[in-house]
């Protein structure tokens, strides 16, 4: 089974000020025993031969996505082209998109408050191939990841764990083991099969806490950054 978590921010975000680089991203999941990882920077593909080489080096496969806001509300594509990504303009677009072949089109905290599918995910499920377990939670708290999980064993939809990480010590907490050999295609096969398992505990109460922190304090500066340009 590899180890994956496929919905990571490093510092090559155009949105989110974050303090490690994809490569120090690599070289820390290494370290955890990770084996696929996805790179999904706000609106933006991070595609580089030197990177997915040096991924490669460190026994990672890394699989290309972005994280797309779209009608207000985030969504994870992987193995899309960069000329792909640039057309979605609304959650009806997806279905265009997914008609090439081995494109993953996943939904996020679905039911978290911010940017967030909410109801749109049910209206639009046949456009989405999983659902997302999110690691941001307290064992007393974790009402929309249920809900996800409902809306997965509802409709059919594999349930895939990830961190959403924008600091390093938010890893490891929830990804997802799959079944499948290690190559892009394999994998995004495998996971919609559903030859997945997700792995989560809950942050614990101070990681919370700092993790909320975090939160608060990307959308600050991310406003800020907004309000000089
Ligand atoms: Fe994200």
Redesign the pocket.
């Known amino acids: 089974m590899l180890k994956a978590d496929l919905?990571i921010?490093t510092s090559e975000d155009p949105h989110d000020p974050i303090a490690y680089s994809a490569r120090e991203l690599i070289d820390y999941a290494k370290t955890l025993g990770f084996e696929v990882i996805s790179i999904?920077l706000h609106n933006k593909l991070l595609i580089s031969k030197s990177l997915s080489g040096y991924a490669k080096k460190n026994g990672i496969l890394l699989i290309p996505g972005v994280?797309l806001n779209i009608e207000g509300a985030?969504v994870l594509a992987y193995n899309i082209k960069p000329e792909d990504a640039r057309k979605i303009k609304k959650i009806s677009d997806l279905k265009e998109i997914k008609k090439r072949k081995n494109i993953l089109i996943a939904a996020?905290h679905p039911y978290y408050v911010y940017r967030s599918l909410g109801k749109k995910l049910v209206q639009n499920i046949k456009l989405f191939d999983a659902i997302e377990y999110c690691h941001f939670y307290l064992k007393w708290m974790n009402a929309p990841n249920k809900k996800a999980a409902r809306t997965a064993h509802l409709h059919s939809k594999p349930l895939i764990g990830n961190s959403?990480m924008h600091h390093l010590w938010r890893m490891n907490t929830t990804y997802t083991l799959i079944d499948s050999k290690k190559d892009i295609n394999s994998v995004i096969n495998a996971i919609k099969k559903g030859n997945i398992k997700v792995v989560s505990t809950h942050l614990g109460f101070w990681k919370y806490a700092r993790a909320l922190c975090g939160t608060f304090g990307s959308i600050f500066k991310r406003k800020v950054l907004k309000q000089r340009k």
Request: charged share 45%; net charge negative; aromatic share 0%.
């Open positions: 919905h921010h999904t994280e985030d996020p959403d």
